[in-house]
Every structure is written in structure tokens, then in C-alpha cells.
């Protein structure tokens, strides 16, 4: 079974930083690309990043590009979200999602529970 | 650029509901919708315009082509009233459409 858990969503204030965690279980986690969707309070949802299953390509959307940086570490199944800069409409639940197919750019099939990130002084 | 249509749609349980999504250009069928209830992560129903996804009921149907696109659902069941989205991975950046919500009529 597919299992994804986010971790380290917290309040933070504007122009701080936090590195979001998601743990990955129940597949082959390296061959799969993974992503990070986020959902604003009572908003719709927005992709942030994908990456690559080998970690070797990355992207981005506008909004986070060069703040945000997204890694993982296949040998402990985890992806991760390094977010810099926080501004307040950062604030959102942050889902960890798998990627379907082999592509990078493709649908996400398995999500996580969320993590709420609060940017706020 | 994704728009889905209407913004709220209300209909009775038994019925049909069609769901509309415009892209603002071109995506072939690079097309997903997604399912949310209140406080649960989105769940993936089809992807491919077309292709249910696994477990999936029968009642969920999609279709479509370059820039017009819908999700049926041939006869609502209590557990379909929620908000659905649609998703194009047609090229960067990903998107989502704003959400329709359905509500019991």
C-alpha cells in the first residue's frame, strides 16, 4: 500500500525558512518522479515542484522559483521541500504526491494527508 | 490556463452531473480530474481525458480533447458531493482549475 507522510509544517514568520518532509512508502520510490501541491485556506490547489525519481531534474512554478528548492534522499524513501523566504501567501496545506507514470510531467495518483504551513508575524 | 465550469453545480442524488474545463490552449488530452471532500487530500479519478484510475466507479466518465473537456458522473451517490478539479500536465508549469463544487439540489 502507498503510503505518503508530510512532516514539519509549522508557524513561521515572513522571511523565515522551513524544510518540509515526506515519508514514502509501498512502492519503488526512486523510479517514481514526486510533487508538491499546496492549497491555500479555503483555495484551490496549486502546483509547487516536481522532481525527477533520480533527483537529477527539478521544477518549479513561478511563485516559489528561487525560494524553494525540492530533494530527496532515496536511500531513506523521503522528499523534501526547503522553503526560503516565506511570504505570507506562502500559507497553505502542503501535499506530498507521487507522481503516476514514469514521466515527470504527468498526473499525481497517491497524495499525502498534508502539512499546514502558516506564514504569519 | 484552466477554467472549470460552473463554479457550483447543485443536483439531486440519482442524477447526472456534468462538469466542464476549458484550457486556454491546446493540451491533446493531457487532462486529469481530481476528487476532494472537506478536510481529505485530493483523490486522482482520470487521467488521460478518458482513463479511470484504479478503483475507480464505473459512474465516473471523462472525455475531451485540446481545450474542452468534462467529467460525468452518470447517477450521484451521496459520497460524490464534494469539489473536483481538473489538472493539465500537457507542459510547465502544471495547473489546476479553480474547483467545481458539487451540493446536494
Known amino acids: 500500500e502507498v503510503q505518503l507522510l508530510e512532516s514539519g509544517g509549522d508557524l513561521v514568520q515572513p522571511g523565515g525558512s522551513l524544510r518540509l518532509s515526506c515519508a514514502a512508502s509501498?512502492?519503488?520510490?526512486?523510479?517514481?518522479?514526486m510533487g508538491w501541491v499546496r492549497q491555500a485556506p479555503g483555495k484551490g490547489l496549486e502546483w509547487v515542484s516536481t522532481?525527477?525519481?533520480?533527483?537529477?531534474?527539478?521544477f518549479y512554478s513561478d511563485p516559489v522559483k528561487g525560494r524553494f528548492t525540492i530533494s530527496r534522499d532515496n536511500s531513506e524513501n523521503t522528499l523534501y521541500l526547503q522553503m526560503n523566504s516565506l511570504r505570507d501567501e506562502d500559507t497553505a496545506v502542503y501535499y506530498c504526491?507521487?507522481?503516476?507514470?514514469?514521466?515527470?510531467?504527468?498526473?499525481?495518483?497517491?497524495w499525502g494527508q498534508g502539512t499546514l504551513l502558516t506564514v504569519s508575524s | 490556463v484552466l477554467t472549470q465550469s460552473p463554479a457550483t453545480l447543485s443536483v439531486s442524488p440519482g442524477e447526472r452531473a456534468t462538469l466542464s474545463c476549458r484550457a486556454s490552449?491546446?493540451?491533446?488530452?493531457?487532462l486529469a480530474w481530481y476528487q476532494q471532500k472537506p478536510g481529505q487530500a485530493p483523490r486522482l479519478l482520470i487521467s488521460?481525458?478518458?482513463t479511470r484510475a484504479t478503483g475507480v466507479a464505473a459512474r465516473f466518465s471523462g472525455g475531451g480533447s485540446g481545450t474542452e473537456f468534462t467529467l460525468t458522473i452518470s447517477s450521484l451517490q451521496s459520497e460524490d458531493f464534494a469539489v473536483y478539479y481538473c489538472?493539465?500536465?500537457?507542459?510547465?508549469?502544471?495547473?489546476f482549475g479553480q474547483g467545481t463544487k458539487l451540493e446536494i439540489k
Open positions: 509501498g512502492f519503488t520510490f526512486n523510479t517514481y518522479a
Open positions: 504526491a507521487k507522481v503516476r507514470s514514469g514521466s515527470f510531467r504527468s498526473t499525481f495518483d497517491y
Open positions: 490552449q491546446r493540451i491533446s488530452t493531457n
Open positions: 522532481i525527477s525519481g533520480s533527483g537529477g531534474s527539478t
Open positions: 489538472q493539465h500536465y500537457d507542459s510547465w508549469p502544471l495547473g
Open positions: 488521460s481525458s478518458s
